[in-house]
């Protein structure tokens, strides 16, 4: 991962043996939008396919491997382990240590929901049609035996988290016109080579 080299360094006592060395201050934390103030990006969305890691993205789309940091401060992503989208091996395997095995994960209910707003099309007055995606709540159980059936529905361990897995698929890309002016501003600000 490159995007520390864009870090600064600091003195510190690693091996708490009273030397100090140099090294990379990971808790300095900047946003893409402070650094490139009065700079209108533009970012794309897009869909990160099943199993494709941060630095085959960056190679694909920016023609470097090395600016996946760029994908991830983007994105603001901390934890690349935790908050990059798992493919569905690494999944099902989290499933089975976290809830003992999938089927227990797709038993156990994890809260519930009321349907507010059911997906339906709608004719614009411009002309064309869009869809209206589902809308749900999350309620507590007593308000879930009051709603009816077609209004309510469980949500289980596993599809919450097979929902939050998919929802970490849907990230940003700087243009990459803008890279350079990026790698400028980190450049200054940090004092470093880049």
């Known amino acids: 991962m490159h995007y520390f080299k864009t870090h600064p360094t600091i003195s510190y006592d690693l091996f708490d043996d009273g030397r100090m060395i140099n090294v990379t201050n990971i808790t300095s934390r900047l946003r ?12 794309y969305d897009f869909i990160i396919p099943e199993g494709d890691r941060s630095d085959v993205i960056a190679g694909r789309y920016y023609g470097d491997e090395r600016l996946d940091w760029l994908i991830y401060f983007a994105n603001e992503i901390h934890d690349p382990y935790y908050q990059w989208p798992m493919d569905s091996i690494t999944f099902e395997q989290y499933i089975t240590k976290q809830y003992g095995s999938i089927p227990a994960a797709k038993q156990a209910i994890h809260h519930y929901e009321w349907i507010y707003e059911n ?13 209206v995606p589902k809308t749900v709540l999350e309620v507590d159980l007593d308000t879930y035996h009051t709603l009816a059936a077609s209004d309510r529905q469980e949500v289980s361990f596993y599809d919450f988290e097979e929902t939050a897995n998919e929802n970490r698929r849907r990230i940003k890309l700087v243009d990459k016109d803008f890279v350079p002016l990026i790698l400028q501003r980190l450049r200054v600000l940090y004092n470093s080579n880049v």
Not at 32 to 38: D, E, F, S, W
């Open 32 to 43: 893409l939008a402070n650094i490139m103030k009065g700079v209108g990006l533009v970012y």
């Open 119 to 131: 997906k339906q099309k709608l004719v614009l007055p411009f002309g064309g049609t869009t869809i």
